[in-house]
């Protein structure tokens, strides 16, 4: 044959097998792309340097997980709401030029009341289970003795409620039905950040609505919610979605729209979703015990700066820094101290403070967990059995106790910008410069420890100082609160 036709039926040869797989990899069982999506090559050349993008396909998610969705309506006092709290043409002024156009296009869907608005909320949910079980959030629902339940196939069930936790905002509903659609629950472990995800609910109202995005980040910890470690998603997130399901491209709930962001009340970029594991924990304690009970270690906690890190001795920042201890609770009987940072709980790496109370308000009281600790440059392990938490930390052990300083006596570390007066108290701040003014200490701090070394006086301080190297990290009270402030040195 021919050298010329040989190369080109060589060539001829490859494209039809790279065509093939190409096939496989579009339609076959080698199609390695999971969930609801189309790969789309980047740049018309087919240039390999260039990253492919994938673009989410939401049909299918909105066809099959869908009718598992509903939309919640609760009242207080059996109040009607099929009447006057829908829209109605009165929306628009009669002398609206486009009255007569819209007065019977205005879709009928629950409108918030002007007035005795604490009396009706309308939000979202989703079927758990086959016989009737449905997950939503506790402050769609909380107050409420009337609570509607309408199914994607328009039937409505009056919902018995379960239990409510305010503490995660999970809430458990049953209504009586058989042979329901179910979401299927998934693994918040295996979100990425950038992933897409997208929210089925009733914004304002809208039954059935349908917005998507991606994940801005994981483990966000919000002002007084301490056990929830959120999803933060840029998921278009309105009054109306709470409670509805967060859905990754597999088709599976991987959360429960909770929370956003707002200045004006409406979406404005971020949202947060409550993690699914959590939501299945606290929604089965609910149906077996009517409550919900979280482990307690009995510690107050702060986060590890990049100099706190240092004055400790470590090289990464990550853990928890411990600043306070309850009295007589699990921690203190363990020997947990002040100064010690919590770098993982039962194996598991703490990377944010924050970390800390999540990973011990999913465990059961009277549950013994091991604890890896940081104290003095050394890792230790020290297993603590936890107890069941309160509402409040009361009677927390401070360092002041064991202070027993003689009064009144003045003395001034100009190198560090610090003049101390020695009290029973611990060493008080009476004026500050310098180094000391640059990491924000304050006149009427009170330093009690230097590291896990308490200081009651001069000597004790400036040893505990020259002990520490170029990092210096100063336990300080102030007001009610105790903390760790770092010291850096030239």
Not at 48 to 68: C, E, I, K, R
Not at 69 to 74: E, G, K, L, P
Not at 136 to 151: A, E, F, P, Q
Not at 334 to 354: F, H, P, R, T, Y
Request: hydrophobic content about 40%.
């Amino acid at each position: 044959m021919n050298r010329k036709y040989m190369l080109t039926a060589i060539m001829l040869m490859l494209l039809a097998v790279a065509g093939c797989d190409r096939l496989k990899h579009w339609f076959g069982k080698e199609n390695t792309n999971q969930g609801f999506v189309k790969e789309i090559p980047a740049g018309a050349d087919g240039n390999s340097n260039q990253v492919a993008m994938l673009l989410p396909d939401f049909t299918q998610l909105v066809d099959q997980q869908g009718p598992a969705v509903v939309n919640i309506q609760a009242t207080r006092d059996n109040r009607n709401i099929d009447g006057d709290s829908e829209i109605s043409s009165d929306a628009l002024p009669d002398n609206d030029p486009f009255y007569e156009y819209f007065k019977y296009l205005l879709p009928k869907v629950p409108q918030t009341p002007q007035a005795n608005d604490d009396e009706f909320n309308f939000g979202s949910g989703f079927i758990i289970s086959k016989d009737g079980y449905i997950l939503t959030n506790t402050h769609v629902v909380n107050g409420m003795n009337n609570i509607k339940v309408l199914l994607n196939d328009k039937r409505e069930f009056q919902a018995k409620l379960i239990g409510a936790d305010t503490q995660s905002d999970v809430a458990l509903l049953k209504i009586s039905a058989n042979g329901l659609p179910v979401v299927q629950p998934g693994n918040p472990k295996d979100l990425k950040v950038g992933e897409w995800v997208a929210a089925i609910g009733a914004p304002f109202g809208f039954d059935n609505s349908v917005t998507a995005g991606i994940v801005s980040a994981k483990g966000r910890s919000l002002p007084e919610e301490n056990y929830t470690p959120f999803i933060q998603t840029d998921v278009a997130i309105n009054p109306g979605n709470s409670g509805g399901p967060l859905f990754n491209l597999k088709g599976q709930v991987v959360g429960i729209n909770s929370q956003i962001y707002s200045r004006s009340g409406g979406f404005m970029g971020i949202s947060f979703a409550i993690p699914i594991d959590v939501a299945m924990n606290v929604a089965e304690q609910l149906k077996t015990t009517g409550k919900v009970q979280r482990g307690r270690l009995g510690v107050v906690i702060q986060e590890v700066n990049y100099n706190l890190a240092k004055s400790f001795g470590l090289d990464k920042a990550n853990g928890a820094l411990i600043t306070q201890v309850v009295a007589g609770g699990p921690a203190a009987k363990a020997g947990l101290l002040i100064g010690d940072i919590v770098e993982s709980v039962n194996g598991e790496k703490l990377d944010n403070s924050s970390d800390l109370p999540v990973r011990v308000g999913l465990l059961q009281p009277g549950k013994q967990i091991v604890l890896g600790i940081w104290r003095k440059g050394k890792k230790e392990e020290i297993k603590v059995v936890l107890d069941n938490m309160s509402p409040v930390i009361t009677n927390p052990s401070t360092p002041a106790s064991a202070v027993t300083p003689t009064d009144g006596i003045n003395f001034t570390e100009r190198n560090l910008g610090l003049t101390l007066q020695a009290t029973t108290k611990g060493l008080v701040i009476e004026e500050v410069s310098g180094l000391a003014a640059q990491v924000d200490l304050r006149r009427g701090d009170i330093i009690v420890a230097v590291g896990q070394k308490l200081v009651h006086d001069e000597n004790d301080f400036e040893q505990a100082v020259a002990a520490s190297g170029k990092s210096v990290p100063l336990l300080i009270r102030r007001a009610s609160n105790t903390l760790f402030v770092a010291l850096m040195l030239p």
